[in-house]
């Protein structure tokens, strides 16, 4: 079955950049999607992109995709305190079924 | 807007025991999926909804199952509860004939077997 992986922690100081990273096994992925998620609460749609594309910029969001090497980036630009959240990628080819990575755990120090 | 609405927020359950989850969809959204989050892990499909007929399964047993009803909100029921069941159920909604039309989530239901 599809497989999304990402690494487990991310750590940095407030009003850096912050740049997640997420593999995936399917080719025939059509759109690549990242949410976020705060204690307590459900996911939250960050941002989303279409496969045939290579990056896509949404404020202080970009997403970049490799699709040769099937992987996909979020980098989040002047990292603030209220971005520390579990971000996770996920992948959908029918669109019925989304398979999500076991999220990055982002912490952002004062 | 109103947004994916799930009850109850927390529920404890014995093993053996059979619950029932509820969630609203988002107003505009005709399709209702269920995800169980375990702790530390990303969410799984368990199944999704269209037009009151589910569209999908994922690796789950058919003691999972579910309903939606004609104003798209929707139920999900666990029997003969398990340990392991223990985790968090996300419902999210999306509009189904919009080819991967992104899926906004609920704040989920913590369940907890003992």
């Known amino acids: 079955g599809e497989d999304v992986e990402q690494s487990l922690f991310l750590s940095v100081r407030e009003g850096d950049s912050s740049v997640i990273n997420c593999t995936y096994t399917?080719?025939?992925?059509?759109?690549l999607y990242w949410y976020k998620q705060e204690p307590g609460a459900g996911l939250q749609l960050l941002t989303y992109?279409?496969?045939?594309?290579d990056m896509k910029q949404d404020q202080r969001l970009t997403v970049l995709l490799n699709k040769k090497d099937k992987h996909l980036s979020l980098r989040i630009a002047d990292t603030q305190t209220g971005d520390s959240a579990i971000y996770f990628c996920?992948?959908?080819?029918?669109?019925?079924?989304?398979?999500f990575g076991t999220g990055t755990s982002l912490t952002v120090i004062p | 807007e109103t947004g994916v609405t799930q009850s109850p927020t927390h529920l404890i359950k014995t093993r053996g025991q059979q619950v029932t989850l509820r969630c609203s969809s988002q107003?505009?959204?005709?399709?209702v999926s269920w995800y169980q989050q375990a702790l530390g892990q990303g969410p799984q499909f368990i199944f999704q909804?269209?037009?009151?007929?589910?569209?999908g399964r994922g690796n789950f047993p058919p003691r999972f199952s579910g309903l939606q009803f004609p104003n798209y909100s929707s139920e999900l029921n666990v029997n003969a509860l398990e340990l392991d069941d223990s985790a968090l159920y996300l419902c999210?909604?999306?509009?189904?004939?919009?080819?991967?039309?992104?899926?906004?989530f609920g704040n989920g239901t913590r369940l907890t077997v003992t």
């Open positions: 399917d080719s025939s992925s059509t759109y």
């Open positions: 996920a992948e959908t080819t029918t669109g019925n079924q989304f398979y």
């Open positions: 909804y269209y037009r009151e007929e589910e569209n």
């Open positions: 999210a909604s999306s509009l189904g004939q919009v080819p991967n039309s992104p899926l906004h």
């Open positions: 107003s505009g959204h005709n399709t």
């Open positions: 992109i279409f496969s045939n594309m």
